[in-house]
């Protein structure tokens, strides 16, 4: 920083010498006597209606003087009385901090309740196993990042997000994924809910009313409910063994999970990709990717993105919430060109753009290759768990009629239940029974209590749990299957 | 961690030996010297079209051999003759990169171009001294942080915010604000636009269409848009030397930017306090107080969170744009009870929630008083800012009719035009000349081209230059204003 403007170092030394903190306080003008009780009442309302919390110290008898115009005596007095009647403590050597158990503090709490308890088990598909999560190397690309930026870094940016980060996912997303990504078509937004419920609006503001989204069935039903609650009206678009059909009706969107199937596992058969893109340019509809878990795939034959064969038709989605972490709330879209304006301005209205700090550390995490490193061990650590689950399900220990689907990439399977029972109903039971938490097929269909004789399973987020953990959620499962 | 999951020390130490990156090609089956040719091609078209970035390191032949089943004869056959032909290079000790120049790379790059180049100087409203954000302290805050948090914080979270943010803040708010502030009634938002976008929406769902907001005028333009594009209807509420009107048409809800008017610089006076919180409760309307820039107050009254007066009918609205840096995103709101639960749902089909890392680290900055110190300092750098703005434009050796409005608190002050001139067309045209950038008051009003004899002023971001460009940024407005 330039130093040229004139400092007072003493003035700035006073200000750092005082170490209370703020405090504000509506006093009224009026004489001192006045204004001493109008300070207590102030004080004693601040602490009864909970606003200073116990624990909080309060400025200096000295600098509230300062502050409020009132004598030091005036002040120290207001203290001493307040400190009477058990609101305010003197600490030694810590000042004057409001007392631990004020009368009348605690107001309820309106709202929520607290979070229910977690299961013993959890093996609920959605989220990788956060004891991964590499908070040294995440801390240490901050601070390579914040040493690199210029100070305008800290202002308001651009909707589509920082330079950095557009530039370092344009390399890496071709890289890895295929995807056809010039920095200029990326915009960074804050996790796949934010893309797919910008993007649904953009269509509905290009049609004058509330786009028509086919989604696929089964599919998650939070997804479901993002389209819906930006304005579009969500279409069913079957799932059979070679993923979304693409018989579609009049549309304006197709949501899909190509590489791998949510939550049916399969990918998405290269006639309907064909078919799917060929849909899209004839009819002007686009194809939204999403590529929830594209980086974890086990075979040799990886399933590129389907945005790179047809850049133009396919508005791609990415996030680091299953490489990284779901709190780090970071993600992109690749758009077609003429898409990126409407989204940016979008995301300028909605949140003028993602958090700079975030975004610039991914940046260098990528760009440094830190980001490889840690996928690639991710994805041996999720590969070894699949293999177990594959064993210990399907093997020659298994049950006969168990099927364990939708392996060949990502973090969760589907396991099938055999005919004779349990259902999934039984099987839910069983596994509350263990402590066990994880997924059903059923509640993915977009008619819950549709067609009867529908296949049943579980749905097994094998990557929830933390690594000492995996193996006794793992049995649990494995009794539950055997009951 | 937990370590009893069984992992093979070999196979972790060749997973991280191997120091290429990703890549993905799609490659058909066949026979190998038809596969060779395709992984050729596949690279060729890659780097072509960009998804190989110049630079690139390639993975070792030995890898990607194993990755696409072929043998590492014809992984190094196809490198070479990739190299032969321009697209690779082999680097000493590092391996096959891309190369610097490949033919047909750099496909033109659609969408905004490069941002305007900065002005010389730059005393637009809006921002504060960004070469001030605390890189170090927020760098420290969030180690701290992150050492503190069980894993499980870096999993999906509550669309609310943290508890420790929100514990945090209302310790903070009610203590410096005055605002009542229980944890339970704060969702933490990505920034102000976000807030007010959020709101407007849950406002439209109550009413079923969308809703009508009264908003100052003059005000921020681009807070009505924000409105506007939430589905909002948006009325002029007349600004006069007492702060917003309270004679209002039947609304659903007034923003108000009470603490420092904005671009006026006013206060809201007591009465119209008065008025407006009996307007809220008799109508059920919502006041939106826009606490912008409450933490920057320079006299000895400080003006009071307009909530702590009503908190059942104000949405107090912070961020920490003013205070750190508008690249955060971080921002709250306190709401009455009953929109809590709405407001948490429209952020969770928004962006689930905002990011945690920078919620965890503001929390920690709050509760260890680094956030109390660091505002006091700013508000110390400001206010010599503005005590040398009006010393300049308004002392002795000031313009006659040049008067400095608005400058008991915030970052920005008004500069009202004398009579006979320049007017704000020609300030402006002269400040251009300078290589000046400032505000003015025209922009601001609802209708640009109203009523003529409307006051005419510039707003000054005095906080927006760093401390060595402001005397430059001074004399260059001051040049102006004796033109």
Redesign the interface.
Known sequence: ?????P?SPA??AE??R??G???????P?GTSHGRRAALERALRD?VR?????PG?RLPSSRRLAA???LSRGTVKAAYDQLTAEGYLTARQGSGTVVADRPQGAS?P????SA?AR?PRHDLRP??PD????P?SG??RA??RA??AVP????????P?GTLQLRTAL??YL????????????IVV???Y??GL?LLTRVLGEARGSGPVVGMEDPGLPFHR??VR??GGTVVPVPVDERGAGADLPELDAVVLTPAHQYPTGVPLHPARRHALTAWARASGGILVEDDYDG?FRYD???V??LQ?TAPDQVVYLGTASKT???????GWMVLP?RL??PV?E?K???????????QLTLAELIAE?GY??H???AR??YR?RRDLLVERLAGPAGRPGVEVRGIAAGLQALVSLPAEGPDEAAALRLAAAEGLAVGALGGHWHTPDGAAGRPQGLIVGYATP??????AALAALTRVLRA
């Open positions: 920083m330039d130093d040229s403007w400092t003035a700035a200000e750092h005082e170490t903190v703020d405090l504000h306080l509506d006093l003008p601040a209606r909970g606003r200073l919390a909080s502050e409020t115009g107001p709490a309106p709202g929520r979070a977690p959605g989220s956060v004891t991964f999560f908070a995440w801390l901050a601070r914040l040493a100070s305008a870094a800290f202002d308001y940016g651009d589509r344009a390399e071709g890289r890895t994924r295929g995807v056809v990504a010039e920095p200029d078509r937004v804050s996790g809910v934010q419920a409910e993002v609650r930006a980086e040799r034959q990886p590129g993105a790179g990284l972490g779901p709190a780090l709330r970071l060109p990126v304006r940016a979008a300028l209205y909605s949140d003028y753009h993602t958090g700079a700090v975030g290759h490889d490193r996928v690639r061990a041996l650590r070894r933390g690594e000492g953990g995996y193996p």
